[in-house]
């Protein structure tokens, strides 16, 4: 296994106490500072000379360092540029720009909507910045993202006898497109779990034939956290589609897809997120073309059959 919201119903931990197979652990907290976070990545056997003093800048202002290139940080710390590399590579990344990306989706993710939107200030050409913004998330996205693990998202997926989405807030668009589309390829989705009634609902009938996937973004709601937990007590696979992964869902999801959902205004992007399920679903309907076909004609025929497209007059 890898490692502002909804005010959650009053019987939510009592349900919770009710449907779990095994406790939730009580002396794990359910987040972590900033600080909490940096100190748990440091290795067993620390850092040298440089090390430290390039992780005392992330730890010292950690707002500027989301941010900042390699090169700034070096000069801070009075360190080489090499060093951020290394200790970015020490804390267990690829190197600094996904360290990066992780503290800035971890810091944002504390800060209010006035607060993201002041940190992006003004500008003269916010339709251009927003689609270059979503193209280097994409370009990341592209990088960074495993097909391999696609591949087994998609077939833990495939085998499933039940699958649920729960999605929340803007990115319940990203989860409808998601489980709309699941529908289209052929495998047995359930509707949109967006609301925490149906949601609490739907994870007490889950079991380990069955796969959760939460799409959830910025800053997570606690109703997808209590799920995840919760279903994974149960033995349920669970799918984690973020832009990072919060101490609570660390031992419970199975697998972690992380894009960026930075926008430049006061809203998060949906561009990545969008684009990473297009890419679940593509990679779903490959593993059974037949299926998926057979499934495509049934609902066109029944879109037909319902009257719900549009055709136009018929010309003669």
């Known amino acids: 296994m890898v490692c502002c919201n909804f005010a959650c119903i009053s019987i939510r931990w009592s349900y919770a106490l009710a449907v779990a197979s095994r406790p939730l652990e009580p002396a794990e907290p359910a987040t972590e500072s900033l600080d909490e976070w940096l100190h748990s990545l440091l290795p067993h056997g620390g850092l040298g000379t440089q090390g430290r003093a390039v992780f005392q800048r992330l ?10 290139p390699a090169s700034e940080i070096a000069e801070m710390a009075g360190a080489s540029v090499s060093s951020v590399t ?25 800060l209010s909507l006035v607060d993201i939107a002041a940190s992006h200030g003004d500008t003269q050409t916010p339709f251009g910045d927003a689609l270059r913004n979503d193209q280097r998330a994409l370009a990341e996205s592209a990088r960074s993202i495993d097909e391999a693990q696609i591949l087994r998202i998609a077939q833990r997926i495939a085998a499933a006898e039940n699958i649920y989405v729960t999605a929340q807030g803007s990115y319940a668009a990203v989860g409808l497109a998601l489980a709309h589309n699941i529908g289209i390829a052929g495998y047995p989705v ?32 606690d109703v997808a956290v209590i799920a995840a937990q919760l279903a994974s007590n149960r033995g349920t696979g669970v799918v984690l589609l973020a832009d990072s992964l919060p101490y609570a869902l660390r031992t419970v999801a199975d697998e972690v897809v992380i894009a960026a959902a930075e926008g430049t205004s006061f809203f998060p992007s949906l561009t990545a997120a969008t684009a990473v399920q297009q890419g ?23 879109w037909q059959d319902f009257k719900l497209l549009h055709l136009g007059p018929s010309r003669s």
Request: hydrophobic share 45%.
């Open 280 to 302: 679940i679903v593509a990679t779903l309907a490959s593993l059974n073309p037949a299926r998926t076909q057979e499934a495509m004609k049934a609902a066109e025929q029944a």
């Open 86 to 110: 290394r200790t970015a590579q020490r804390l267990g990344f690829q190197g600094w720009p996904r360290l990066q990306a992780e503290l800035r989706s971890r810091y944002l993710a504390r």
């Open 59 to 68: 730890r010292a202002d950690p707002g500027h360092a989301s941010h900042a």
């Open 190 to 221: 359930r509707p949109l779990l967006n609301e925490p009634a149906a949601l609490s609902n739907a994870v007490s009938r889950m079991g380990p034939a069955d796969v959760l996937i939460v799409c959830s973004y910025w800053r997570i709601y």
